[in-house]
């Protein structure tokens, strides 16, 4: 079975000036029929956990990988 891992991530610059993402939070999505459907849970998930009305005020992108499930 296919289910999906969904990461939020914000973009940070380093003390020397170079910028990097930093991992904000991550859901594992089992039951999703695809990518979109499994970002659109994390992201929901995401907005409850911490309160917000958009995403976006914690993180700059949303990655979504397929990962097998056992």
């Known amino acids: ?3 999906h891992r ?3 991530f914000k973009n940070i610059l380093s003390s020397d000036g170079h910028q990097f993402r930093c991992l904000q939070e991550e859901f594992n999505v089992p039951n999703a029929e695809s990518a979109d459907q ?3 849970s994390a992201v929901r998930q ?5 309160g917000l009305n958009h995403w976006k005020v914690f993180a700059d992108t949303v ?3 397929s ?3 056992r």
């Open 6 to 8: 969904v990461s939020f």
């Open 67 to 69: 990962m097998e499930i």
């Open 63 to 65: 990655v979504v990988e």
């Open 1 to 3: 079975m296919v289910g």
């Open 38 to 40: 499994a970002a659109e």
């Open 46 to 50: 995401f907005e409850k956990l911490h």
